[in-house]
């Protein structure tokens, strides 16, 4: 870890963004990690660490990762954290700096979007399918 690359106004600058207003009240407890369905599919997602590396005002890091993208935005982790960090929100705040810092384009958040979408009508189609089987 490059602690010279570190800018410790970061987390401010999270926490100034609507939806990252809590940030610094995370102790780093896991919780969000436990709970987290992208964490128990995917062992390298892990919502702890990400938290970790923004505290620690590992900007560019942070911001450059594609773990920022793989965030299903549930919200379980909101649900779960003791702190009530929102987590959820707060990978919403780091996407938005992103796009701010010119880390991504407007084209790739759209097409993240889109995905989201996607995979959203699929659940709900698919549940309204096996909805009318069991009636």
């Known amino acids: 870890m490059n602690l010279s690359s570190t800018n410790m106004e970061f ?3 999270v926490a100034a963004k609507p939806g990252g207003e809590k940030v610094m009240n ?23 660490r990400i938290m970790r590396i923004v505290l620690l005002g590992m900007e560019q890091s942070v911001l450059s990762s594609p773990q920022l993208w793989q965030c299903s935005q549930c919200h379980t982790c909101v649900a779960h ?12 705040v780091l996407r938005e700096l992103a796009l701010e810092d010119g880390i991504v384009s407007r084209e ?28």
């Open 11 to 13: 987390k401010n600058r």
């Open 26 to 48: 995370c102790f780093l407890c896991g919780t969000c990690t436990a709970g987290c369905p992208v964490s128990a599919l995917n062992g390298e997602y892990n919502p702890r």
């Open 81 to 92: 954290c003791p702190q009530d960090v929102r987590f959820a929100d707060v990978m919403r």
């Open 108 to 135: 790739f958040v759209e097409d993240v979007d889109k995905v989201d979408r996607e995979v959203r009508q699929e659940r709900i189609y698919r549940i309204n399918k096996l909805s009318t089987i069991e009636n």
